[in-house]
Structures are given as C-alpha cells and as structure tokens.
C-alpha cells in the first residue's frame, strides 16, 4: 500500500508541478496577478507530496518491503538502518527522487524567501522551476519509477554495494545534488531576465546568493566525494578525472565564474551576456553530468546501470531546455550591452581575466571528457584521455589564475594605479617567494621548479587573503570593519590557496610502496616503521573481516595503531579494503591491505602523504566563505537602505 | 539490466582491491620508478577507467608481466608503447601519443588560451576608451 | 549576433553527436588487427599436451578463431552454437582456451562437446595478448592468406554469424 501512495502523490506532485510552471509564467505575461499568485502555493504542494513520495520509499527500505523492486535489488535484511536509508539514493531510481526532492526544497526556499522581488519576477522564476520539475517527475514516471513491484516478493534482497555502506558515501549525494539543483535557481533567474529583457544590478543581487548557497553545496559535496574516494578505494587517490568527477566539476568552475561575474553586473551593471551565459552553462553542465551518468554513454566507475531508452529521454529533455535557453539568449544578449568602462588596471580586468580563465578551464575538461565519445562516433578510433593529459590541460589556465587571485583581490573598480597595488603586495609576495622556496626544499628535501612554483601560488593566495582582515584587525576605533561579503570573500580565497598547497606537495612528495610482510616484520617509509604486528578474524554487521594490526613508530616512539580490513560481505560476496589511516593535519600514513600471498605473508600498501588534508580543508573553508558572503546584510535589505561603499578596496566585490 | 548491474558492480567493487605487485619488480631503483610510471599510464581494458597498477584482474597482472619482461629485453618506453598499441589501439594507454589526429588533442588548450587571450585584449581596448563614471545600476 | 547563433550550432552539434553515442558500448574496443596479419602462434594443445597446435595448422585456409575458457559464462551461452556451426562444415574452427586450468577444459569439451580442429592452451595469456583478447569470448574471421578479417566479441549465434561473417567469407571467396 505505502509504495503505491508514494508513487500516486508523485503523480499529484506532476499535476501541481505542471500548474506551478505554466501559469505563473502566462500570468507574468499577462500581467494578471491571480495567475501568478499560484506559484506559492504550488510550490509548497509539489513539495509535500514529493516529500511524501520520498518518505514511503524511504519506509518501504526501513520496512525492508521486498516486494518493491527497487528495494530488493539495493537493500538486505542485515543491513544496517542507517544504509537502509541512504541505499534510497544509492542507485538510478532513487536518486533520481532525490534530485526532484532538492529540486523542490529549493523552489519553496525561493518561494518563501523573494519577499522583496517584484511579483512578476518571482512568478517567473517559480515558474521556470516549476517546468524544470515537470521533466524530472515526467522522466520518473515513466521510465525510472522507483515504486515498481516485485511479485512474488524475495526472501531478501541483493543487498546494497558495499562500497555504498560507508558514512561518507551516504551523505556524498545529497549535498552534491543540492548543489547541482541549487544552479536551477540562478538558470531560472536567468531565464525570467530574458524573458523580460531586464537585467540589471538588482537581479544580479537577487541571483547573487542563491548562487553561493548552490556553490558552497556543490563544492562540499565534491570535497566529500574526493575524501571518499580517498579513504574507501584502497590506493590512496584523491582524483581520478573519471568522467563523472569531471560533470560535478565543470559546473563548480562554472559557478566560481557565474559568482564573479555576477559581481560586477551587481556593482557595475557590466557582463551582462556574460553573467546570463555563465548562469545558463552551470545548470546545463549539471543536466550535462546528469545525462553522462545515467546514459550509459561513458565508461565510468560512478555510472548507474541504466540503458539507452533512459539516456534518450535525458537527451531530449536537455536539448529543449538549453536549446531553449540558448535561444532566449541570441535573441536578448545582443541588447545588453552597457556602456560604462573600465580601465586596464583595475578589479573589472581581472574579473574578466578570471571569467575567462576559468571558462577556458571549463571547456578544456568538457573537451577531454567528451573527445572519447566523439572519437567513436566519427570513427576515428578509440582514443584515452586520462589523468597525464588533464592535469596538464587543466594546469595551463589555472596556474596564471592562481597567481592573479591575489592581484585581483585587492584592485580597485573602475581603475587601479599601479604603484600603491605593488606596495601593499610587496611583502606577501616575497613572504610567498621565501616560503614557497623553503617549504619543499628543506622541509620536504627536495627542490623542483614546478613543485616551487605551486607552493609559491598556495602561499601566495593565503598570505594575500589575509592582508585585508589583517587590515581591519587593526583598524582605528569607529572606522567601519569589512562587511561580511569581504570576509567571505578572504576567507573563500585562503581556502583555495590551501587547496593549492596541499595539492601541490601531496603530488610531488607522497611515498607509495608496495611490500609483502608477514606477522612480526616491519616495513619503513618515509622515517616512520610500520609492523604487522598481527592478523585476525573479524565479524561485521553483514560481513566477515581479515583485520591487520599495524603499529607504527617513529625513532623508536610509538605514533599510532592502524587497523586495516580486507572484508567479504555476506550477500554479494566481493573483497573490499578499508584502509588504516592515521590522520595529522600535516600529513596522512595510509595502509591497505592487498592478498595473501602464501607462507603467512600478506602485500600491503603503504602511503606517506604529506598535507593531504589541506586540499579538504582547503575546500570546507571555501564553502565556509562562501556562507559567510552570503549572508551579507545587503542581500536582507531592500535596495536603497543598502550602505554605500568607499574606494577602498574592502568595499564588497 | 540486472546482469549489467551485477556486471557493473562486481568491477567497482574489483576497483577496491589493490594490485598485487606485491615485491619490488626491479631491483635497480630507476627501473622500478620507470615500471610504476609505465604502469600507471596503461588502461586496465576490463575495468571501467582504471590503469594497470591498480587493477587487480588477471588481464592487468599480465600487462604488468609482460611489461616488466619487455622492460628486461631492453625495449625503450616507446617500443613497448608501440608493442601494446599494435595489440590494443591507441585505448590502451592513458596518455594519448603525439601523433596525427591525437596531435589536436595537445593542441586544443593552447589554442583555447590563444582564443581567450585574444577575447581579453578585445574587451579591455574597448572598455578603457569609454567613460568610467556613466553607471547604469538601476532599470 | 554570429556567435549567439555559433553557440546554438555547437550545441546542437553536440546533442547530435550524443545522440549517436548512445547507441554505442563505450567499452568495446575494436581490434586494430583488422586487415593486418593475424599472429602466428604454437602452443600446446589442451587434449594432447605433448603435441602442439597453432597458426601452421590452418595456413592458407579461412578459419574462425575462437578464444574461450570455462570460466567465462558468454562462452558457455554461445558453445552450443559452436557445435552446430562446426556440424555445418561451413568452415573449420580453431579454439584458444585463455588462462584457463586444463583439467576443467577438459571436462568441458568432454561434457559438452568438442566444435574445434583443436584447441590451443594458452595458459599465461600471452597469445591472447598478441591477439589483443581482453575479454572472452571472442571469435576471430582470418583469410587464406593470415589476414584478420573481422573480429566479434561477445557470444556468437545465428544472426551476427549471417550479418557479419558470412558477407564477408563470401566477399573473400570472389576475390584472388
């Protein structure tokens, strides 16, 4: 009974959905405030009975009800309530109703927070959304409906991949996903400006920060999948460029620019075509990611099992909505243009520097993502791209970016004189040059130009970022303090210096040797010395371990106790590693068990990786920033009660 | 789709267990830094997107053997490169090689730098001869 | 307004590329040996272990060569075809077992029926390298002069055997 109320208010949900997107938008139209006053209300019915559709799925595996087919084919009676219910989105199906879930939660967020947009405006934007679900649950219902039955029902189920029963993993969809759907919210403000013709200062402060709530999610998200990946695979990686990291990758640099540019269309009412492009591409890129996993199109480790007929629909529906878009946009873009300036040297310059930067890097990944495929299909042969290639590629636009950064930030709108920038970065830069020297060579043993070059632009970006906060720290009594946009600005910007550094050094100096050690013998790696000390059985929840136990000195004293696993789980009968990590902040000693390999030996992998969790952290405090900026007080006020900035360039970007 | 499934989910989980090179295969150190290099640039044509290293199927421990026997014959990095590719395609290496068509695909960021280069001159010429004080916030 | 309607032609450039994709397998790789001479091989047979058996044996004659294990399930679905194809008499087939154990190779030609001349044993895999095998099963069509002709991976039955091989066996027969 439960399954087929979830899969009837999924139906309502699609009727009210396609209320919520036809009439507020001919409302808009029309101006006929009745029409759009329906967008409210709808928005917060479809989101009811999505929840209520999420909530008997959700019942329906805590109740391990396999009679549904999607529960039996991803659940097991021994498998722990918590996966129980992350397996909801642990495979096509499922995670397809939590994207329609997010993408609902954030339609009444803008719902109920647009108190201060014209009427029109907001219906518009509901609208849109509204449409935007529409194709979702469409697609749902009629080719990934999670409610199907499986009659006769099974004794029990087949069990949910292990490699899915981890912490990380669970909470990894969801906040990617609210990031992925968050960049709907800046594409339907996008769409409502085209429709209008209007673009202006005040949509950009509307769209602003919906865009760093989208942004911060997605970059959470993706930081936690990297850890993931990191701790749960086995070998020690933290990027692989597979396919599928590069769909939630593109819309972030995507958004990073979208953020940027969106500043000077605020400030400066220039970028307009530019912003709107920018808006447009990050969602498509999401709906791009969307296709690339569920299509089957691409070999990937991430992708769903899923076939053809699914990966038409998708395709179908992305072409009318970009297409869409795209041409909304050839017909508005041409009429924005503004006619302010700016000079060479000055924060516009480098923002534009950054947009193009980061949109060079964006069609770089999307080229060696997409170059296989189109290889194939125009039969010039089976070609690979792999990590060599895109780190170089991806390198080119990002190293002059990262060292403009820290320019950038502390240049003046409108114009920027030369001396006055030199002389307030004069100091971090050499802080940055010293450090950035003789952090590899003495600390790390070992000098390289490239190796220097990157922990010179990770230095630099995190001494720059802090020059201003530095700055108002010891500001005299009553002058006013950074506002929070600046702060979260700095704060974003050291995240992504740390981001840098850790990438950097972890690349160049990490230590990885593969060895075969029995019981009682000990393996040394990088000055410390792992012994197994002992090996034994162990049981699980649902599965049955080897569990190493690995002591780890340094000069004779005791560092810490590792204790790796190689597990078999019950149902679906396949090895899985969990790596013995012992965590520092400036470094990570990684172990993993590998195969017996007779005579009482074992191989085991052995990593020493220096300030790796600095890329993580790196990361957390980007988003940090970025939630920071986003509550500025402006974005909560109306338009004239706005305080207005100074030259400095504290004022908020 | 349920065989695809179980398909797909028997190599991800293949994925988490690490290879097996389990002693050193070159008792010379640069050898060995040149084997893990060599290795680590081979696709694993049975995994979805993993390289030979840290495969762990039987045709990757082949690869591996067969690598680590042309590296003991003397043959130079492209000699085995060409070795595997008369067998496999261009695929089987991570690393597309400087040749012909797969040229275009080192050529592409310099060029995509040079097209962005040339979009930044552009817009800077433009806006520096227009008046900076003329903002239109507000429509 | 060229480069707003540039965007629209790339994008749609794009759809339609994915649109072909789609009806692609990403994962299957097509053999470069096509056109090119099929290696030369000795191996012993897996019957007979003391004999050998390898490309001398069928020079100068169309073969299918067909690389197969008993560990692998696309091999077992597609033997019975085997069987019938080798009772046709159409053409003469060559087995490779890949990395497989010879007394399970055994048992199954002995349990379920011997379609080849013979049966090579490649017990380390490295003809199966030289063929570029990276998943069994795979059949090989080689010509009269060692060409490889076609190769098809996956199980073979009635249909791919009329769509793809039987065209060109006949397009071989009418050209000297």
Redesign the interface.
């Known amino acids: 009974m439960i399954p087929e109320i979830g899969h009837f208010a999924l139906v309502l949900a699609l009727s009210i959905a396609v209320c919520q997107g036809v009439m507020p938008i001919i409302g808009a139209h029309k101006n006929d405030a009745a029409l759009m006053s329906v967008a409210r209300p709808a928005a917060l019915g479809q989101f009811v009975f999505v929840s209520i559709s999420f909530g008997c799925l959700a019942w329906s595996f805590l109740q391990s009800d396999f009679s549904v087919l999607y529960v039996a084919n991803h659940s097991h009676r021994a498998l722990p309530d918590v996966y129980k219910f992350s397996a909801v989105w642990g495979a096509h199906e499922g995670s397809l109703l939590l994207w329609i879930l997010l993408l609902a939660g954030w339609t009444v967020a803008v719902a109920r927070y647009s108190s201060d947009l014209p009427q029109p405006m907001m219906a518009r934007v509901v609208g849109v959304l509204g449409l935007l679900s529409c194709g979702f649950l469409i697609f749902t219902l009629l080719t990934s409906n999670p409610f199907e039955r499986l009659i006769p029902a099974p004794a029990d189920g087949a069990d949910l991949n292990p490699l899915l029963q981890d912490p990380g993993l669970a909470i990894h969809p969801p906040i990617l996903y609210a990031g992925y759907v968050g960049f709907s919210v800046a594409f339907a403000f996008a769409i409502a400006a085209m429709l209008t013709g209007k673009l202006d200062g005040a949509w950009a402060r509307w769209t602003r920060p919906w865009t760093l709530w989208a942004w911060l999610f997605l970059t959470v998200g993706i930081a936690l999948g990297s850890w993931w990946a990191y701790y749960e695979l086995g070998w020690g990686g933290w990027w692989f460029w597979d396919p599928v990291e590069n769909a939630s990758f593109m819309p972030w640099l995507a958004g990073t620019a979208l953020v940027h540019s969106l500043a000077v269309t605020e400030k400066r009412g220039l970028f307009k075509s530019w912003t709107l492009l920018l808006a447009i591409s990050a969602f498509s890129l999401s709906l791009l990611g969307t296709f690339l996993v569920r299509s089957g199109i691409l070999v990937s480790v991430h992708a769903f099992a899923t076939d053809p007929t699914r990966g038409l629909f998708i395709l179908g529906f992305l072409g009318v909505v970009i297409g869409g878009a795209l041409i909304l946009y050839a017909w508005r873009a041409p009429d924005l243009d503004s006619t302010a300036g700016f000079r060479p040297v000055s924060r516009e310059t480098f923002l534009l520097l950054n947009n193009v930067l980061l949109v060079i890097a964006t069609t770089i990944i999307l080229y060696g993502t997409l170059a296989p495929l189109i290889y194939d299909v125009f039969e010039w042969g089976k070609i690979s791209i792999g990590p060599p290639w895109f780190e170089f590629a991806f390198a080119l636009p990002m190293l002059p970016l990262v060292f403009l950064i820290g320019v950038g930030m502390h240049a003046a709108w409108r114009s920027q004189a030369f001396g006055p920038l030199v002389e307030r970065l004069r100091i971090p830069g050499i802080a940055a040059l010293v450090a950035g020297i003789a952090v590899p060579t003495f600390f790390y043993g070992r000098f390289g130009l490239l190796v220097s070059i990157g922990t010179i632009a990770g230095f630099w970006i995190m001494v720059v970022s802090l020059v201003d906060p530095l700055r108002s720290w010891r500001r005299a009594r009553g002058t006013p303090g950074m506002t929070r946009s600046a702060i979260g600005m700095s704060l974003a910007h050291f995240g992504v210096g740390m981001f840098t550094l850790g990438v950097t050094i972890v690349s160049a100096f990490t230590i990885e040797t593969d060895r075969s050690v029995r019981p009682g013998e000990q393996v040394d790696v990088a000055g410390f010395s792992f012994e197994l000390v002992g090996l034994k059985n162990v049981q699980g929840p649902n599965y049955q371990a080897i569990e190493g136990e690995i002591e780890i000195r340094r000069e004779g004293e005791f560092v810490a106790e590792l204790r790796p696993q190689k597990r078999t789980y019950i149902v679906q009968q396949n090895p899985m590693t969990e790596a013995g990590i012992d965590a520092g902040w400036n470094r990570d000693l990684f172990v993993a068990l590998g195969d017996p390999l007779g005579n009482n030996a074992w191989s085991v992998r052995i990593q020493y990786k220096p300030l790796i969790r600095f890329i993580w952290l790196g990361a957390l405090i980007m988003a940090l920033g970025g939630v920071v900026a986003a509550s500025d007080r402006r974005y909560r006020l109306r338009a004239p009660a706005r305080e207005h900035a100074t030259s400095l360039s504290e004022e908020p970007a | 789709?349920?065989q695809?499934?179980i398909l797909?989910?028997?190599l991800?989980?293949?994925?988490?267990?690490?290879?097996?090179?389990?002693?050193l295969a070159f008792e010379d150190p640069e050898m060995q830094a040149r084997y893990e290099e060599l290795i680590a640039?081979v696709?694993c044509?049975?995994c979805?997107?993993?390289?030979i290293k840290?495969s762990?199927v039987?045709?990757a421990s082949?690869?591996r053997?067969?690598i680590r026997r042309m590296m003991s014959e003397g043959m130079s990095d492209a000699e085995i490169a060409d070795f595997l590719?008369?067998?496999?395609?261009?695929?089987?290496?991570?690393?597309?090689r400087k040749s012909g068509?797969?040229l275009v695909?080192?050529v592409?960021?310099?060029l995509?730098?040079g097209?962005?280069a040339i979009?930044?001159v552009r817009?800077?010429r433009d806006?520096?001869?227009?008046?900076?004080?003329?903002?239109?916030?507000?429509? | 307004m060229a480069r707003y309607v540039a965007l629209i032609i790339v994008f749609a450039v794009l759809i339609g590329i994915f649109a072909l994709g789609l009806e692609r397998d990403p994962r299957k790789l097509p053999s470069v040996l096509i056109d090119k001479p099929a290696p030369e091989y000795a191996l012993p047979r897996v019957k007979d272990p003391l004999s050998t058996t390898g490309s001398a044996d069928y020079a100068g004659q169309m073969v299918l060569v067909n690389i197969w294990a008993t560990w692998c399930a696309g091999c077992r679905q597609e033997h019975d075809y085997l069987l019938q194809l080798a009772a046709r008499n159409e053409i003469p087939i060559y087995g490779i077992d890949w990395r497989d154990q010879r007394p399970q190779a055994l048992k199954w030609l002995n349990e379920l029926g011997d379609p080849y001349v013979a049966s090579a044993y490649d017990e380390d895999g490295r003809v199966g390298i030289d063929w570029g095998v990276y998943g069994a099963p795979e059949t090989f069509l080689v010509s009269r002069d060692g060409h490889v002709l076609y190769k098809h991976i996956g199980p073979l039955d009635e249909s791919i055997w009329q769509t793809e091989f039987v065209p060109r066996i006949a397009a071989q027969g009418t050209a000297k």
Do not use: C, H, K
């Open positions: 789709m349920r695809t499934l797909i989910l028997t991800l989980v293949s994925a988490s267990a690490i290879a097996i090179d389990t002693e640039e696709r044509l049975v979805q997107n993993q390289n840290d762990n039987f045709l082949d690869l053997r067969e590719v008369a067998r496999y395609g261009e695929f089987v290496l991570y690393n597309p068509r797969t695909l080192w592409t960021p310099a995509l730098l097209i962005g979009v930044l817009v800077v806006r520096m001869n227009m008046p900076v004080d003329n903002d239109v916030l507000e429509s």
